[in-house]
């Protein structure tokens, strides 16, 4: 059997049914065995860099690996920023590179590039199949390193000529990497110490993160909070492994998460973390984090645990969150039996009083521009009954969109966390409604960030993913004018977005529908016209201009530091953008 | 846990399969995350599928604490031991080619008999030295030779091994 219908037939072995890619000189035998078969289907891109999210997408939305095929060079070099995404967002996706032929190697050969150098610091383990014998094994551990422990992203390269030569089809059962450990079982004593600790906290706080989505984790989460009557904050990543609208939620905590989840920390006694991993956007001021409070942190990848230097972690507990968490609410159920249920009230008293007295809260009225806050809110109340998949690109609108857009459940939250990806919303959103036809997926995105794949429009239309996609068009990159604003005394160095497309005209261009909203009351109509079309849908909402995002901890503060609001020289009334640089024409009252 | 942020050198032996890109996934993960390499060695073992790295890193506790955990979670690396958190042996090698005149040819060589250094090469105006020994033992023979005049110097950098525990004394933390 030649390399091709081997990779063929390995990746039926491991379930796969679609690939995300794009040909080229060196794959071209794969995609010629590709073509001859039905079982898998391949969703060719307009960029591979849209290849990469769509797979992120799909793996993020179903916890199945994401499976992309490119070619070499270039091929090779638009993965780059979907590898990267993947591995600081622990995603489990599989991308196969095309490279020249063996003895082509280090030549300098046409479209030849280092696919393993420039891969290796952002992949969790990368391959070249060197020999077709190796190839069935190869993509076997590919699978397995992607899919266990902290999940991550892997390269297997693949030269011309394996893709040709000919071996005999066998598809190892057992994986056999001495070197490769990933899993973890918490230690009981561990477990147990937590369990007593959590018991005996005052104002104990749950801090979860992606890592549980990732585990599967949500259920032993809920039961942890409701058994310790413990308030939880979510991070970014974490949205949705813990109801939204449950009474013991707090919503996100971090740069701009809500008052109460970032003063619920600062201020707890106990942290448990899960599946989390400190993240400068969440800690803020790292030697002023959660000062008063013992730290549990519960992990599977070790070098997360006591990573950063200023916060000390008490208890640490190596493993898989699932199963530590299902072990830890045992032992609380034991532990904390027959404690006076009064210990945590006053606790509770004071997180209602800050969550009444600062809500996330924005004000639309009738004759003023749409506030990006009002869209986001009207998609989230006009759809949450439909339970939407949600992906964001990066920016103002993802912060917005993780404030107002109430997730119930996990895997339907797909945004770029660690690596801050524009462009990652709408091909992230196509992966996920690839694996879900029938399902609602929306895609929050800027006109910024928009534009950074919006070729994937043609995907989109061909391969009928119906994608809705909202824009909260600012005209700016919103997120770095509002710095500007704050922290560059109102230079708008290179932040206002001049010559923006007709979005309505570009959906139509790609055969897509594009609708327009230009004051509040024509948002309910557009979202609900949206929702309602078959196939995808480019929502252009043109919104208020200089609305900046609240909470804030500005870079370098401690959590109990948020500015809630514009500071007075911002304020409407002395605030005017003008646009900078060649925008002399744009003066813009707000 | 106490955590000290005293710099420190640390020796850390690993093993790890002899594969091409191995040695470059270490090095890259050293700079990638900013970390020192003092030296680095690379060889074969016993078992050719598996080689021997014995890296000499510095850097406080938490450092070292997560140098030990990034080498760890390498797919390739098979095993990871700070030997300096046990007794070990530490070996490293030098080459030193040292000038000589009529006068200093009796105390260069004076000098390799003390340090156990042999000559391996000579000329009328060079001797070359080949020693080995603690790092500590041959920055202490290039100290007094430097003044006599190195021409060349390489080293081999580190390579070390636990020391076998004996008798009752297997608990011993240094040498």
């Given at each position: 059997?030649?390399?091709?219908?081997?990779?063929?037939?390995?990746?039926?072995?491991?379930?796969?049914?679609?690939?995300f890619g794009l040909p080229g000189?060196?794959?071209?035998?794969?995609?010629?065995?590709?073509?001859?078969?039905?079982?898998?289907?391949?969703v060719v891109t307009r960029h591979e860099q849209g290849a990469g999210h769509m797979a992120?997408?799909?793996?993020?939305?179903?916890?199945?690996?994401?499976?992309v095929?490119v070619t070499?060079?270039p091929g090779m070099t638009n993965i780059v920023t979907p590898?990267?995404?993947?591995?600081?967002?622990?995603?489990?996706?599989?991308?196969?590179?095309?490279?020249?032929?063996?003895?082509?190697?280090?030549?300098?050969?046409?479209?030849?590039?280092?696919?393993?150098?420039?891969?290796?610091?952002?992949?969790?383990?990368?391959?070249?199949?060197?020999?077709?014998?190796?190839?069935?094994?190869?993509?076997?551990?590919?699978?397995?390193?992607?899919?266990?422990?902290?999940?991550?992203?892997?390269?297997?390269?693949?030269?011309?000529?394996?893709?040709?030569?000919?071996?005999?089809?066998?598809?190892?059962?057992?994986?056999?990497?001495?070197?490769?450990?990933?899993?973890?079982?918490?230690?009981?004593?561990?477990?147990?110490?937590?369990?007593?600790?959590?018991?005996?906290?005052?104002?104990?706080?749950?801090?979860?993160?992606?890592?549980?989505?990732?585990?599967?984790?949500?259920?032993?989460?809920?039961?942890?909070?409701?058994?310790?009557?413990?308030?939880?904050?979510?991070?970014?990543?974490?949205?949705?492994?813990?109801?939204?609208?449950?009474?013991?939620?707090?919503?996100?905590?971090?740069?701009?998460?809500?008052?109460?989840?970032?003063?619920?920390?600062?201020?707890?006694?106990?942290?448990?973390?899960?599946?989390?991993?400190?993240?400068?956007?969440?800690?803020?001021?790292?030697?002023?984090?959660?000062?008063?409070?013992?730290?549990?942190?519960?992990?599977?990848?070790?070098?997360?645990?006591?990573?950063?230097?200023?916060?000390?972690?008490?208890?640490?507990?190596?493993?898989?969150?699932?199963?530590?968490?299902?072990?830890?609410?045992?032992?609380?159920?034991?532990?904390?039996?027959?404690?006076?249920?009064?210990?945590?009230?006053?606790?509770?008293?004071?997180?209602?009083?800050?969550?009444?007295?600062?809500?996330?809260?924005?004000?639309?009225?009738?004759?003023?521009?749409?506030?990006?806050?009002?869209?986001?809110?009207?998609?989230?109340?006009?759809?949450?009954?439909?339970?939407?998949?949600?992906?964001?690109?990066?920016?103002?609108?993802?912060?917005?969109?993780?404030?107002?857009?109430?997730?119930?459940?996990?895997?339907?939250?797909?945004?770029?966390?660690?690596?801050?990806t524009?462009g990652f919303?709408f091909p992230?959103?196509m992966?996920?409604?690839?694996?879900?036809?029938?399902?609602?997926?929306?895609?929050?995105?800027?006109?910024?960030?928009f534009q950074m794949n919006l070729q994937e429009l043609a995907t989109a239309?061909?391969?009928?993913?119906?994608?809705?996609?909202?824009?909260?068009?600012?005209?700016?990159?919103?997120?770095?004018?509002?710095?500007?604003?704050?922290?560059?005394?109102?230079?708008?160095?290179?932040?206002?977005?001049?010559?923006?497309?007709?979005?309505?005209?570009?959906?139509?261009?790609?055969?897509?529908?594009?609708?327009?909203?230009?004051?509040?009351?024509?948002?309910?109509?557009?979202?609900?016209?949206?929702?309602?079309?078959?196939?995808?849908?480019?929502?252009?909402?043109?919104?208020?201009?200089?609305?900046?995002?609240?909470?804030?901890?500005?870079?370098?503060?401690?959590?109990?530091?948020?500015?809630?609001?514009?500071?007075?020289?911002?304020?409407?009334?002395?605030?005017?953008?003008?646009?900078?640089?060649?925008?002399?024409?744009?003066?813009?009252?707000? | 846990?106490?955590?000290?942020?005293?710099?420190?050198?640390?020796?850390?032996?690993?093993?790890?399969?002899?594969?091409?890109?191995?040695?470059?996934?270490?090095?890259?993960?050293?700079?990638?995350?900013?970390?020192?390499?003092?030296?680095?060695?690379?060889?074969?073992?016993?078992?050719?599928?598996?080689?021997?790295?014995?890296?000499?890193?510095?850097?406080?506790?938490?450092?070292?604490?997560?140098?030990?955990?990034?080498?760890?979670?390498?797919?390739?690396?098979?095993?990871?031991?700070?030997?300096?958190?046990?007794?070990?042996?530490?070996?490293?090698?030098?080459?030193?080619?040292?000038?000589?005149?009529?006068?200093?040819?009796?105390?260069?060589?004076?000098?390799?008999?003390?340090?156990?250094?042999?000559?391996?090469?000579?000329?009328?105006?060079?001797?070359?030295?080949?020693?080995?020994?603690?790092?500590?033992?041959?920055?202490?023979?290039?100290?007094?030779?430097?003044?006599?005049?190195?021409?060349?110097?390489?080293?081999?950098?580190?390579?070390?091994?636990?020391?076998?525990?004996?008798?009752?004394?297997?608990?011993?933390?240094?040498?």
């Amino acid at each position: 059997m030649n390399g091709s219908k081997i990779f063929i037939e390995a990746l039926k072995c491991e379930g796969v049914d679609v690939i995300f890619g794009l040909p080229g000189g060196v794959v071209l035998k794969i995609f010629d065995e590709l073509h001859q078969q039905s079982d898998i289907q391949v969703v060719v891109t307009r960029h591979e860099q849209g290849a990469g999210h769509m797979a992120e997408g799909y793996a993020k939305a179903t916890g199945r690996p994401g499976i992309v095929l490119v070619t070499s060079g270039p091929g090779m070099t638009n993965i780059v920023t979907p590898l990267a995404d993947a591995y600081m967002d622990s995603v489990p996706i599989i991308v196969f590179t095309g490279q020249v032929s063996t003895q082509l190697i280090g030549n300098d050969a046409f479209q030849e590039a280092d696919n393993l150098g420039i891969s290796r610091p952002c992949t969790k383990h990368n391959f070249l199949v060197r020999d077709v014998k190796d190839l069935a094994r190869t993509i076997r551990e590919a699978f397995h390193i992607a899919t266990t422990g902290r999940p991550g992203p892997v390269l297997v390269d693949i030269p011309k000529d394996v893709s040709i030569n000919t071996a005999e089809f066998k598809y190892p059962k057992k994986v056999n990497l001495r070197g490769y450990n990933p899993n973890h079982c918490g230690d009981k004593t561990q477990v147990t110490r937590a369990a007593e600790a959590i018991s005996q906290a005052k104002r104990p706080i749950i801090y979860v993160g992606g890592g549980a989505v990732f585990s599967n984790a949500a259920d032993e989460v809920k039961a942890l909070a409701e058994i310790g009557n413990i308030p939880v904050d979510m991070t970014l990543m974490g949205l949705g492994v813990f109801p939204a609208t449950h009474p013991l939620s707090l919503g996100m905590l971090g740069m701009h998460g809500s008052y109460t989840a970032n003063m619920a920390i600062h201020h707890a006694d106990l942290v448990i973390a899960v599946g989390s991993r400190f993240d400068d956007r969440v800690t803020g001021k790292t030697s002023e984090f959660c000062p008063k409070a013992k730290i549990i942190h519960i992990d599977i990848d070790p070098t997360s645990i006591r990573k950063v230097r200023d916060i000390e972690v008490h208890i640490p507990i190596l493993g898989d969150v699932k199963a530590v968490l299902m072990e830890l609410t045992q032992a609380l159920k034991v532990s904390i039996d027959g404690r006076k249920k009064d210990l945590r009230e006053p606790w509770w008293n004071q997180l209602r009083d800050w969550m009444d007295r600062y809500p996330l809260t924005y004000a639309q009225s009738d004759d003023e521009a749409i506030k990006p806050q009002y869209v986001i809110d009207r998609l989230y109340r006009l759809t949450t009954d439909n339970d939407p998949i949600v992906s964001t690109d990066v920016g103002q609108h993802q912060m917005w969109a993780a404030q107002y857009f109430k997730l119930e459940h996990p895997r339907r939250w797909l945004t770029s966390g660690g690596l801050g990806t524009m462009g990652f919303g709408f091909p992230a959103a196509m992966g996920a409604q690839r694996a879900y036809p029938g399902r609602l997926v929306l895609c929050v995105s800027g006109d910024g960030s928009f534009q950074m794949n919006l070729q994937e429009l043609a995907t989109a239309v061909l391969y009928k993913l119906p994608v809705k996609v909202a824009i909260i068009n600012n005209h700016y990159h919103g997120m770095v004018r509002q710095w500007q604003d704050l922290f560059y005394e109102g230079r708008y160095a290179s932040s206002y977005l001049s010559g923006l497309p007709d979005y309505v005209k570009l959906a139509e261009a790609y055969g897509a529908l594009g609708l327009r909203a230009t004051s509040p009351s024509d948002v309910d109509a557009v979202i609900q016209e949206a929702v309602h079309m078959d196939g995808p849908v480019l929502m252009d909402f043109e919104v208020s201009r200089s609305e900046n995002c609240y909470p804030m901890i500005p870079a370098g503060g401690a959590n109990n530091e948020m500015l809630l609001q514009d500071p007075p020289h911002l304020s409407p009334a002395t605030k005017s953008l003008v646009g900078v640089s060649d925008d002399s024409d744009s003066v813009l009252t707000a | 846990m106490s955590v000290e942020s005293v710099e420190r050198e640390h020796i850390v032996s690993m093993r790890v399969e002899n594969r091409s890109g191995v040695l470059a996934r270490v090095a890259g993960l050293f700079s990638g995350r900013g970390y020192n390499i003092e030296s680095l060695t690379v060889a074969p073992t016993l078992d050719p599928t598996i080689s021997m790295m014995t890296i000499v890193t510095k850097g406080d506790d938490l450092i070292i604490e997560q140098i030990l955990k990034q080498l760890n979670k390498l797919v390739e690396a098979i095993s990871v031991v700070d030997l300096t958190e046990r007794a070990y042996i530490d070996r490293d090698m030098a080459i030193i080619k040292v000038k000589t005149t009529l006068e200093t040819r009796a105390e260069v060589f004076r000098i390799a008999e003390i340090f156990r250094a042999r000559v391996i090469d000579s000329t009328n105006t060079m001797y070359t030295l080949e020693v080995t020994g603690t790092g500590r033992k041959i920055e202490a023979m290039i100290y007094q030779l430097e003044s006599l005049g190195i021409e060349e110097l390489v080293r081999a950098g580190h390579i070390a091994v636990a020391r076998e525990p004996y008798g009752a004394d297997t608990d011993r933390r240094s040498e």
